[in-house]
Structure formats: C-alpha cells, structure tokens
C-alpha cells in the first residue's frame, strides 16, 4: 500500500518560484506513472506534468516553466514551478500509478497542497 504525501505548497508573487514535493510512504520505482494534477475552483482536475515511458510530458500551460523530476533513493516525485502565473493558483495533487506485468493495479493520490499566486 502506497501513501502520498504532497508538500511545498503556499504563496507566491506572480513570476516566483515553487518547488513541490510528494513523498511516497512505499517504494514507487517501477510505476507506469508518476505525476501532477491540480485543480482549481469551479474546474475539472487537469494533468500538469508526467513522467511515464521513460519520457515526460506536460500540458501546453506550463511548458517551458514546469520540471517533473524524480529522486529514487528519496522515493519523491518533484515538481519546479516557475515563472508562475495567477492561473496557476490551484490545489496540486500528487499521483502515482502502479503496475503488474504491464498492468495498472493501483492508481494512488495524495491529499494535495494548495498554490496560491497573487500579488
């Protein structure tokens, strides 16, 4: 059983940066997925950032000012915010999806930190 928990969240002038964190209570190397969604009021939850294949991927919003990483020895998944705008201001969710055999078995999410960009 897999626990996330997301931290690094807050507020931050227009332009500034951000780095989040989600730590993961059980091992997640070897996921199918691993990323970041968020959500803001009155919106669906919208995918930020990915890492899956081997490759990353973002959504058209955040590219060029958004970097997923990940550190294994850690077991955390990263997300570097910058050049933030007032659009991003939303509650991010860490996610991670777990396989078996090539199977997704799991899908696990944290409880999410608020971002808040305003100034």
């Known amino acids: 059983q897999v626990q996330l928990v997301e931290s690094g969240g807050g507020l931050v002038q227009p332009g500034g940066s951000l780095r989040l964190s989600c730590a993961a209570s059980?091992?997640?190397?070897?996921?199918?997925?691993m990323g970041w969604y968020r959500q803001a009021p009155e919106k669906q939850r919208e995918l930020v950032a990915r890492?899956?294949?081997?490759?990353?991927n973002y959504a058209d919003s955040v590219k060029g000012r958004f970097t997923i990483s990940r550190d294994n020895a850690k077991n955390t998944v990263y997300l570097q915010m910058n050049s933030l705008k007032p659009e991003d201001t939303a509650v991010y969710y860490c996610?991670?999806?777990?396989?078996?055999?090539?199977?997704?078995?799991?899908?696990?999410w944290g409880r999410g930190t608020q971002v808040t960009v305003s100034s």
């Open positions: 890492i899956i294949g081997g490759s990353t």
């Open positions: 996610n991670v999806v777990m396989g078996d055999s090539g199977r997704v078995v799991a899908n696990y």
């Open positions: 059980g091992s997640i190397f070897g996921a199918i997925a």
